[in-house]
């Protein structure tokens, strides 16, 4: 029988701005080790897959979390520029389930509670929300390439927090149906619901200053 939830990380053992980031450390273990720790400490999960390309990141995932399964990532979907829908069309073809919940090795700082909460309300309002994506809250006063603002009057000064805010899709959590997803070709389904996460659990890394940040906040956390 199919597991109803299991979650999909894709791990590449190449990275464009940050050498190896995957394999750096960070609080002192492996990048990635931190958000297969988050999961392995949800209970809704049933199922994880790391789908990867890497040697080091199979070697590693097999010592340190024999439960997880690992795909191995075929070439022709090796890349800088493969698109996400097109490895989780791969993967949800190998490991049917009812539903996915795919995150990134690059966001450590999610909590467990939160990827269970985030569950949960995609439960309750599914299927009149047919998926659902985290977002980070701006309230700031933000204008767009032309110079034209996109959420204030410049001639009336509120103070911020006042501001209607504006939500960035930031990568951390994506909950899907498999019949859904393989009808449309995408995580994001007609009707999808947003699930706010607060910025300093968010934080994504890209870039050597995104690592240096996350370690202090790790270093806070504790």
Not at 8 to 23: E, F
Request: net charge negative; charged share 30%; hydrophobic share 40%.
């Amino acid at each position: 029988m199919s597991p109803e939830l299991i979650a999909l990380v894709p791990m590449r053992h190449h990275s464009v701005r940050v050498a190896g980031k995957n394999l750096r450390p960070l609080g002192g273990r492996p990048l990635y080790e931190h958000i297969l720790q988050t999961l392995r400490s949800c209970p809704a999960i049933e199922t994880i897959v790391v789908d990867t390309d890497s040697p080091d990141i199979r070697e590693g995932v097999r010592l340190r979390f024999p439960e997880v399964e690992i795909l191995d990532r075929p070439a022709a979907l090796c890349g800088d520029v493969v698109p996400m829908n097109a490895i989780l069309a791969h993967d949800v073809e190998l490991r049917p389930a009812s539903f996915y919940l795919q995150t990134h090795s690059t966001n450590p700082l999610l909590r467990p509670e939160t990827v269970s909460r985030a569950i949960a309300d995609f439960r309750a309002h599914f299927p009149e929300d047919d998926s659902l994506f985290s977002v980070t809250r701006w309230q700031k006063r933000l204008w767009d390439e032309t110079g034209r603002p996109l959420n204030h009057d410049p001639q009336v000064l509120l103070p911020t927090q006042d501001l209607p805010p504006i939500f960035e899709e930031n990568s951390c959590l994506y909950l899907f149906e498999r019949e859904l997803f393989r009808k449309t070709g995408s995580r994001l389904g007609r009707h999808p619901r947003t699930f706010e996460i607060e910025a300093d659990e968010a934080w994504d890394i890209d870039t050597e200053k995104d690592l240096a940040i996350a370690e202090a906040l790790l270093e806070a956390r504790r």
